[in-house]
């Protein structure tokens, strides 16, 4: 899915370790110790090993386990608030381990930007003075920082509240706070560490929706730290699950949880519900036939009865999608005369797109029981799922 995408931040062989001998602690790793071993053996904690992966421009990227894998050691070796033990860390052709104090210092203000689970706003800062923070410290002047501040409040949805302070905000409203100080700096990278764990459920659920938002108009490149296999499904492009520090399975959502790695990541994902990740896509099956908006009526029920259908999709030469024609229609169109198909489609169907989760489709079908189109952005027809094939997609996958 990556192949045309441009690779924004690459990392290769990045490892951590905690303690005061690393040189021993990866000497045993490469000598085939596992963390446990050489801790009891060593006392050095085997952070992350061995670490490759690709985050590509725009993606939203999400790296997840449970406590203790590794994956807030990661986000912060990414620009180095922990120092990576070895490896490579290269954005836009830096190798950001190899940067001096003050080459660093410019990287992180031009390419990172963080937000954390505990919100860390300033609590004598109004909302607009918070969003404005990392601006001022840059020395950007008053008058554009507050215009930056400002806009970056609006496309998280706080607009009349720049004068507010962070006590008198609920936790849903302090985390877009967060979220704007980090949209107002500007920078290429946005690093969320855990950024929603703090939140209800129903809060997060609607922070992530804001999220999945923001990354659609802004195509923002975004790291996300979550211990939740829920949410990384919801929000994530693609997904890393560690374990001991190390990568398990890189992979979609849909290819984690279909083609799981190893047993870890099979019980890992046990009791998603598929019917929220599989889409249409996955039940959508070949259309038999179809009639072109200038058939007659005798040639349609012709391609009807050759195909066993009592109902047909009428599309033109570009095959987009323009109706659906009920044989009994068809029949009667035929005994009138008619030249064509056109005045007895019926556009009494529903459509959706390859994307549409399945557990969506099952109040689309309607008494009729006319199959539901999947259609493209163009409304090019692609196929059909009838409801039989949603039962028989869910019931395979419960089998994996």
Not at 65 to 93: A, H, Q
Not at 309 to 319: G, K, P, Q
Request: charged share 30%; proline share 4%.
């Amino acid at each position: 899915m990556n192949e045309n995408r441009n690779v924004k931040i690459r990392v290769r062989n990045l490892s951590k370790v905690f303690g005061s001998q690393p040189k021993k602690a990866l000497e045993m790793r490469d000598q085939g110790l596992k963390r446990p071993e050489i801790l009891d053996k060593t006392g050095q904690t085997l952070g992350l090993s061995n670490i490759d992966f690709d985050v590509y421009e725009g993606e939203l990227l999400v790296i997840m386990g449970l406590s203790g894998s590794g994956k807030s050691t990661l986000i912060r070796c990414l620009n180095r608030l922990i120092e990576p033990t070895e490896g490579e860390i290269v954005i836009d052709g830096e190798d950001i381990p190899q940067l001096d104090d003050k080459a660093l210092l410019e990287c992180r203000r031009r390419h990172f930007s963080m937000v954390f689970q505990n919100f860390a706003l300033f609590p004598h800062r109004t909302v607009q003075q918070n969003a404005e923070f990392g601006l001022e410290i840059r020395g950007v002047e008053k008058e554009e920082r507050t215009r930056v501040a400002r806009n970056a409040l609006h496309q998280v949805g706080l607009d009349g509240w720049e004068d507010a302070y962070p006590n008198q905000l609920s936790g849903g409203m302090q985390q877009r706070v967060g979220l704007a100080r980090a949209l107002a700096n500007d920078s290429t990278v946005l690093l969320m560490d855990e950024a929603f764990s703090a939140l209800d459920p129903l809060i997060r659920g609607d922070m992530q929706q804001e999220l999945l938002e923001l990354q659609h108009r802004m195509q923002k490149t975004t790291v996300f730290i979550t211990h939740d296999l829920d949410e990384a499904i919801n929000i994530g492009d693609r997904i890393i699950l560690l374990k001991d520090g190390e990568i398990v399975q890189i992979g979609t959502p849909e290819e984690i949880l279909t083609q799981p790695a190893d047993d870890y990541v099979a019980r890992f994902t046990e009791g998603v519900d598929m019917s929220k990740i599989l889409t249409a896509e996955h039940a959508m099956r070949p259309v038999r036939a179809t009639a072109r908006e200038e058939d007659g009526p005798r040639t349609t029920l012709h391609k009807m009865s050759e195909n066993g259908l009592d109902s047909i999709w009428v599309t033109n030469r570009e095959r987009k999608l323009l109706g659906l024609a009920e044989v009994n229609a068809v029949e009667q169109a035929a005994k009138e005369g008619k030249d064509s198909i056109r005045d007895i489609m019926t556009q009494d169907f529903r459509s959706v797109g390859p994307e549409e989760p399945l557990h969506n489709l099952f109040a689309m079908f309607s008494d009729k029981s006319f199959p539901i189109a999947v259609v493209d952005a163009d409304k090019r027809l692609q196929g059909v799922v009838i409801k039989g094939t949603v039962l028989d997609e869910l019931a395979q996958a419960g089998e994996k």
